[in-house]
C-alpha cells in the first residue's frame, strides 16, 4: 500500500543549526513529492516538490530536498534555522493509481530555540 | 496567500446538526480537493470534484457529501455531527494540466463539535 513515514513527531533545534526533516515513502511507480509548511492556525503552504529531473528541488524560504530513490527518501533541509521556521511540516505524495491525490505523512513539528 | 479562500474560518455546533463549509478555489483551476486534518487521523483525503462531478473518494463518511456548483467554487456538508468529526476541513484546488499534480490549500475552516 501506498504511504509515507515521517519518523520524528518532533524536533527541537537551536536558532543557527541546520535542520534535517526526514520523510520516506512506499509507491510502486515514480513518485511526485512535496514538502508543505502549516504554520499554527494557517493553512498549508508549498515549500517544494519533485516531479523528475535533477534530485536536489530547492523551495521557497531557504529550504531543499533530496530526493534518494534507492533510499525511498525525500528528506528535507536547511542549513540555518529561522525562529520563524518555527511550524508543522508535512510530506506528500501523490500518487496516481486511481485518481491523483495526495497522501500525506503525520507531520513533524519543528521547534526553534532562540 | 495561496488564493483559495474557505469561509467560515472557525465553526462551532452541537452533536446531530448540519453544517457547510465553503471553498473557493485559485482563479481558473477546475479541480477541489477536500481533506479533514484530525489529531488522531492525520491529513485525510475525503473528495474531490472536477469541474462540477465527482472524481474521486477518498475516506469519506456517508454522513458527508460535497458537492462543486457551476462557478467552481465547492461545498462541504457534514450531517448528523459527533464529537469525533472536530477537526480541521482543508479544501485544495489545483488547474488542469501539468500542473494538475500540485495542490494549493485554503486556510482551512475549524469545526468543534461539542
Known amino acids: 500500500a501506498q504511504s509515507v513515514t515521517q519518523p520524528d513527531i518532533h524536533i527541537t533545534v537551536s536558532e543557527g543549526a541546520s535542520l534535517e526533516l526526514r520523510c520516506n515513502y512506499s509507491?510502486?511507480?515514480?513518485?511526485?513529492l512535496f514538502w508543505y509548511v502549516q504554520s499554527p492556525g494557517q493553512g498549508l503552504q508549498l515549500l517544494l516538490k519533485y516531479f523528475s529531473g535533477d534530485t536536489l528541488v530547492q523551495g521557497i524560504k531557504g529550504f531543499e530536498a533530496e530526493f534518494k530513490r534507492s533510499q525511498s527518501s525525500f528528506n528535507l533541509r536547511k542549513p540555518s534555522v529561522h525562529w520563524s521556521d518555527a511550524a508543522e511540516y508535512f510530506c506528500a505524495v501523490g500518487t496516481t493509481s486511481g485518481t491523483y491525490k495526495y497522501i500525506f505523512g503525520t507531520g513533524t513539528r519543528l521547534k526553534v530555540l532562540a | 496567500d495561496s488564493g483559495v479562500t474557505q469561509t467560515p474560518k472557525h465553526l462551532i455546533t452541537a452533536t446531530g446538526q448540519r453544517v457547510t463549509l465553503r471553498c473557493s478555489p485559485r482563479s481558473g483551476d477546475l479541480s477541489v480537493y477536500w481533506y479533514q486534518q484530525s489529531l488522531d487521523q492525520g491529513l485525510q483525503f475525503l473528495i474531490q470534484?472536477?469541474?462540477?462531478?465527482?472524481?474521486a473518494k477518498g475516506n469519506i463518511l456517508e454522513r458527508f457529501s460535497a458537492q462543486q456548483f457551476p462557478d467552481l467554487h465547492s461545498e462541504l456538508n457534514l450531517s448528523s455531527l459527533e464529537l469525533g468529526d472536530s477537526a480541521l476541513y482543508f479544501c485544495?484546488?489545483?488547474?488542469?494540466?501539468?500542473?494538475?499534480?500540485?495542490?494549493?490549500f485554503g486556510p482551512g475552516t475549524r469545526l468543534l463539535v461539542l
Open positions: 509507491y510502486g511507480a515514480t513518485p511526485y
Open positions: 485544495a484546488s489545483s488547474p488542469t494540466g501539468a500542473g494538475r499534480l500540485t495542490q494549493y
Open positions: 470534484y472536477y469541474n462540477g462531478e465527482e472524481r
